[in-house]
């Protein structure tokens, strides 16, 4: 009887409404999302990718187009730190744009050429208007044809609701790893 009434209903019913109307009807609760509101998950997970492109960017030498891309990722006053291998050392700044300075201070001084940051297993608990994210991050920062430096570590993220958008309030990074790697020339 019920797959016959099924069977009976308007051509134009959506196979959302008949999964909601089983949903129903099994005596379940079905809540649809309004289409203006994104997903606030992949809105935040979207911010370490932001991050990783704006640092990339000023890898490849350009620190303007880094700090704008970290001006979407970041709150206006956003605290920054990376804490290194020895647990000891630690680098914190306030605001993008120190940060982005900080950053080509580093990679210049390095002589990096080129760098690719990977993020993954990215973990993320929302509450209201804030969340914390973490993700791993995998970057390699290319010195010469023959030699890289290879970094790992764990981005630990404050993320809050910001004017509708998500952004990091404060990012600590904390390095497991910082490697050099140099192939033999020929």
Not at 9 to 22: D, E, G, K, S, Y
Not at 68 to 78: L, P, S
Not at 110 to 138: D, E, K, P, R
Request: glycine fraction near 8%; hydrophobic fraction near 40%; charged fraction near 15%.
């Amino acid at each position: 009887m019920f797959w016959g009434a099924i069977s009976r209903l308007p051509q134009r019913i959506t196979l959302t409404a008949l999964v909601a109307t089983l949903i129903v009807l099994l005596g379940g609760v079905f809540h649809t999302a309004p289409a203006s509101q994104p997903n606030d998950k992949a809105a935040i997970e979207g911010l370490t990718v932001c991050y990783a492109l704006g640092t990339d960017a000023i890898g490849r030498g350009d620190i303007q187009q880094g700090k704008d891309i970290y001006r979407d990722c970041f709150t206006d006053n956003a605290e920054i730190t990376a804490i290194f291998p020895d647990g000891v050392t630690t680098q914190t700044r306030i605001g993008t744009d120190a940060w982005a300075d900080f950053v080509a201070s580093v990679f210049q001084g390095n002589g990096y050429t080129a760098t690719q940051h990977l993020i993954g297993t990215v973990n993320i608990q929302v509450q209201g208007n804030s969340a914390t994210m973490s993700s791993y991050l995998h970057a390699t920062h290319k010195r010469s044809d023959t030699s890289i430096d290879v970094a790992n570590g764990t981005y630990e993220d404050e993320v809050i609701r910001q004017n509708g958008r998500w952004k990091i309030n404060r990012r600590t990074l904390k390095l497991i790893t910082f490697l050099n790697l140099t192939s033999p020339q020929n």
